[in-house]
């Protein structure tokens, strides 16, 4: 069974930075696409960014792209969203997901494709 667990959450003023973490159990870390997703209150649950196992490939949504940046260590099986310029429409709870054994290659965008999830950590970017 994989697990992740995700940190690095908070309250940033806009403009500022924060650092989310997930780190995941589980031995094919490295030949698993990751990617992270939000929720906002009131809204569905939307696609960030994703990184392939390898981390040569990554894509963003356009909402984030040229301010985050997702990044991954599989030494230490774990992802992280660098967020830079936050805006207060930023603020959500943040989800780590993984789709298993994709392969070292692949990038998935799409809810549906991943098999694991976590439970998420709340960011809240204040005016």
């Known amino acids: 069974q994989v697990q992740l667990v995700e940190s690095g ?13 997930c780190a995941a159990s589980g031995r094919t870390f490295s030949t698993s696409c990751m990617g992270w997703f939000r929720q906002a209150p009131g ?5 960030v960014a994703t990184i392939s196992g ?8 356009n909402s984030v792209k040229g301010r985050f940046t997702i990044s991954r ?13 936050l805006k207060p429409e930023d603020t959500a709870v943040y989800y780590c ?3 298993w054994n994709s ?3 692949r990038l998935s965008l799409y809810e549906n494709e ?3 999830w976590g439970q998420g950590t709340q960011v809240t970017v204040s005016s």
Do not use: C, D, I, P
């Open 9 to 21: 959450g908070g309250l940033v003023q806009a403009g500022g930075s924060l650092r989310l973490s």
């Open 43 to 47: 809204k569905e649950r939307e696609f």
């Open 54 to 61: 390898r981390g040569g490939s990554t894509s963003y949504a």
């Open 73 to 85: 260590e599989n030494a230490k099986n774990t992802v992280y969203l660098q967020m830079n310029s």
């Open 97 to 99: 997901a993984a789709n």
């Open 103 to 105: 392969g070292s290659y």
């Open 114 to 116: 991943y098999n694991y």
